[in-house]
């Protein structure tokens, strides 16, 4: 590839990114996302966030655009190997909360707690980091007995009221500690309600922000 091909491959990779970044900050999340058009629209932006990588692979950002990419496509394992570069490459971004975030979609508030520790460790005054790290404790919890849970949510509580008062206008922290305390205030028990790890929708948490 020559020089100036490699410019306008980064380049499309960039712009793509962006366009990711006003798809998720616009918190849509289509029933189908096979019909949205910004999903058709990064699908085909991808080689070019393949071939910045390629071109740039000591390049975190390469590898973040290409992540973030991965995600918007549901690709999730694929997107988890390349924040994993990312993180490598770059340990003070925010690949970690990223990872954080994919795998609570997934499922896996466990796997999701060991990312955001580390993204905390790197945000210490994110109100966005803190919240996503209660959400994954609290999600921890919702697979105890009442007895084992109790601890998760209380140190889901910390967390998420970490996050108020770094942001005290922070609906989504708000929000999932009015639930965590209900679940404390009812010994961990279920209820109709979903809990505070259930389904994030695709900006939830400020990730549109992070990048």
Known sequence: MKWYEAILAVAIA???????????ASRRAPKDPSEDPEVSFVRNTLPAHEQAVIEYPDMADSHFGLARALTELGRHDEALEAFGRA?????????DYWSGLVNLRMGKSGE???????????HPDDADVHCLRGRALAGIAEGLDPEGARGHYEMAAGALGRALRLDPGH?????????????LAAGGAEDAEPGPGAELAPAEGGAAGKG
């Open 14 to 24: 960039m712009w793509a990114y962006d366009r990711i970044r006003e798809r998720l």
């Open 87 to 95: 993180a490598e490459l770059d340990p003070g971004s925010y690949a």
């Open 112 to 122: 999701a707690l060991g990312f955001l520790d580390r993204s905390v460790a790197h």
């Open 171 to 183: 609906a989504d922290a708000a929000a999932a500690l009015d639930r965590v305390r209900r679940r």
